[in-house]
């Protein structure tokens, strides 16, 4: 599976539009691109996944590149709930048995909403 | 309903004691997760089962054992831990194992080995 680099910690003002950026150069044809966050001392909580095209849901929209070597998330209006930890995931559509990593995450982006 | 059910809450277990984690999901999913979280890590894989079958082993130590009695109910049978294992375990289910499926964790268990 391919692996993601996101940075280490970003802030927002509270209201604004938060923009988590990924980058997954070598990711697949046959990979997804997963967002999940965690706020403190609970459990990862989906947010939204996409393939090619760009996807909203409730929460927020995903914006995937053409070339799908990044991805950005997009908070449109950011709440001091929203201060978490934000995982960016690739996972393949197929699995295998040798594929043991069916959701493997990587360090994260801290995210502060700031008052 | 997406609730993925984890108990107990919090546990505190002596490096001599049995104790199990327990986990339930009422989705009809097929697909069950354990991972472990170290303090200020990422969540890491422990096992997966898929149809009440173990899948994954991801190479963890055999004081931990799982077991998947039915499709809602997934343990992890603890013995002779030591206090590095002290930890947030998180138990997780999705409809199977397929792609686009996905992946409900539950709130976790707090652990600390004495």
């Known amino acids: 599976d391919a692996k993601t680099t996101q940075p280490t910690s970003m802030d927002c003002a509270e209201g604004r539009a938060a923009n988590l950026p990924c980058n997954h150069s070598?990711?697949?044809?046959?990979?997804?691109v997963y967002w999940y966050r965690q706020i403190h001392s609970q459990g990862p909580q989906y947010i939204i996944h996409?393939?090619?095209n760009n996807e909203t849901n409730e929460m927020a929209s995903l914006i995937i590149t053409e070339d799908r070597k990044s991805s950005t998330l997009i908070l449109p209006h950011a709440t001091l709930r929203d201060t978490a930890v934000y995982y960016c995931?690739?996972?393949?559509?197929?699995?295998?048995?040798?594929?043991?990593?069916?959701?493997?995450f990587g360090s994260g982006t801290q995210l502060t909403v700031l008052p | 309903d997406t609730e993925v059910t984890q108990t107990p809450k919090h546990l505190v277990m002596g490096m001599t004691n049995k104790k199990s984690l327990k986990c339930e999901q009422h989705m009809g999913h097929r697909a069950m997760y354990w991972y472990k979280q170290k303090a200020k890590k990422p969540p890491e894989l422990m096992f997966v089962?898929?149809?009440?079958?173990?899948?994954i082993n991801e190479s963890v130590p055999s004081r931990f054992s799982p077991e998947c009695p039915n499709s809602s109910l997934l343990n992890l049978h603890l013995h002779a831990l030591q206090p590095e294992d002290s930890a947030l375990y998180l138990c997780?289910?999705?409809?199977?194992?397929?792609?686009?499926?996905?992946?409900?964790f539950g709130e976790g268990s707090w652990l600390t080995v004495v």
């Open positions: 070598t990711i697949s044809g046959n990979e997804y």
């Open positions: 089962y898929s149809y009440e079958k173990l899948s």
């Open positions: 995931i690739v996972r393949s559509r197929t699995f295998s048995s040798g594929s043991a990593r069916q959701l493997t």
């Open positions: 996409g393939l090619k």
């Open positions: 997780a289910s999705s409809q199977d194992l397929t792609s686009g499926n996905t992946i409900y």
